[in-house]
């Protein structure tokens, strides 16, 4: 054992749904490395995020806050300086905060008080070799005039050495955990990898990996909207998903499932490495992610700030810790923030703020969760806040979201032109139940 302390790593995939997941049900991906972590570890089967978009769920999950409390509803309002983290109770408590991966989550500021070196936060490592690369974004094949340009799926990434690339911030991580040495700080390593986010694009292997004339019948039709949220059939129209057909769709699915099959690759190297350092021994290994995909269902791409589909909305939660329980699973739901409270038992180390993050720490030894829990997801935006929407003129990012050949640029549109599009929502779930209310259109039940 290296540490006397806990030491951590956060494995968290972007856009990953528990339903694409091997160990989650799915019976065609083929994910050996989390099929193998579930059975060492506890499986969470009903997690549910705080907000279906990247950084609103992220300052959750590091605060132990619902989104609403300080205003941390949009991509743009990251964590301030004055504001309590996960993060930097870990770094006071001595613990080194090694991070490979994007952001989303603290403002620059934060970030320097986080991150001791920042310039590989900033990823400006350059990978050694030709097995370490970006893997992630790929071509837009489409022109702009072809129905297919908006739909993220992109040509695959090409790897002509016939070697697997391995992502550069995943040869990072391994090249982090091979220099451990006796008397280091303990650590955590944070990886928020930008698989399987779209564009739905992998490394050529993984791409093809899946036979979409096989994936038809797996995907749910938009005809099938009947009875969900008129911004359903809007957003198709906005992106003229509406002119594809299923097997378009189904085309999109199979590449998202090799997406996650190489996700699992990477979760490998990482298992792997700890096993071969002998760190497994002292390391807790959290797997999860920050919101879902509907990558092809009901003829729709990526997510939308007030979905509360389950696509969207639940996600893997998967954690070995040494000497928990194995291969159990908790049925009962719980919330992505409840991970900020369960670090920081398992580091020692007492929250100095009021939060609402519950500690999955008995489940971690084979307790069952809290079968009369209610857990929360908010989303969307007010009229009367038009700084929130996607496109506004003078926010970040917004020359390029009102370029036409913008990926994006649909979205920021119809947002721009049908705010109440995405309205202010707010979803609640019980074991049995769940209610989803909107300030404008159609509420779900």
């Known amino acids: ?232 059939e809007m957003i198709r129209r906005y992106r003229n998903l509406d002119k594809l057909n299923p097997k378009d769709f189904a085309k999109i699915y199979a590449v998202y499932l090799g997406m996650n099959s190489y996700v699992d690759f990477m979760l490998g190297q990482l298992l792997e490495t700890l096993d071969k350092t002998g760190l497994s021994e002292s390391t807790t290994v959290i797997i999860s992610s920050d919101h879902g995909d509907w990558a092809g269902n009901y003829g729709l791409v990526e997510k939308w700030p007030n979905a509360m589909d389950d696509d969207i909305v639940r996600v893997p939660l998967l954690i070995k810790t040494p000497n928990g329980a194995r291969g159990h699973v908790v049925n009962e739901q719980v919330e992505l923030l409840d991970i900020m409270a369960m670090v920081l038992e398992l580091a020692g180390i007492k929250a100095e703020h009021t939060h609402f993050s519950q500690s999955l720490v008995p489940q971690l030894s084979g307790s069952p969760g809290d079968k009369d829990r209610a857990v929360f997801c908010e989303g969307g935006y007010d009229i009367h806040e038009p700084h929130c929407f996607e496109g506004y003129p003078k926010g970040r990012g917004s020359i390029n979201l009102r370029d036409p050949a913008h990926i994006y640029y649909p979205k920021a549109l119809q947002q721009q032109e049908h705010p109440e599009s995405v309205c202010r929502t707010t979803m609640i779930i019980t074991l049995n139940y769940k209610l989803v209310k909107r300030t404008s259109g159609e509420n779900e039940f």
């Open 1 to 232: 054992m290296i540490s006397k302390k806990m030491n951590f790593v956060f494995f968290f995939p972007d856009e990953m749904r528990a339903s694409s997941v091997s160990c989650y049900g799915n019976k065609t991906v083929r994910m050996p490395n989390y099929d193998r972590f579930a059975e060492e570890g506890v499986r969470f089967e009903n997690c549910i995020v705080q907000n279906p978009v990247c950084s609103p769920s992220r300052c959750s999950l590091m605060t132990g806050w619902y989104v609403h409390n300080l205003g941390h509803r949009t991509l743009w309002h990251l964590l301030r300086p004055h504001e309590p983290s996960l993060f930097r109770y870990l770094k006071k408590a001595g613990y080194d905060i090694a991070w490979f991966g994007k952001n989303d989550l603290y403002s620059q500021e934060y970030l320097e008080e986080i991150c001791d070196n920042i310039e590989e936060k900033r990823r400006v490592y350059e990978p050694q070799g030709n097995k370490e690369r970006q893997v992630h974004g790929g071509e837009n094949p489409y022109s702009m005039d072809d129905p297919g340009y908006y739909s993220f799926l992109y040509s695959p990434i090409k790897h002509e050495d016939g070697q697997v690339p391995l992502d550069k911030n995943i040869a990072r991580a391994v090249d982090f955990l091979e220099n451990i040495r006796e008397g280091d700080n303990p650590f955590m390593l944070f990886l928020p990898i930008d698989m399987p986010h779209p564009p739905y694009s992998a490394p050529v292997s993984f791409h093809n990996m899946y036979d979409a004339d096989q994936l038809l019948d797996d995907i749910i039709g938009g005809a099938a909207s009947s009875g969900k949220p008129g911004f359903l």
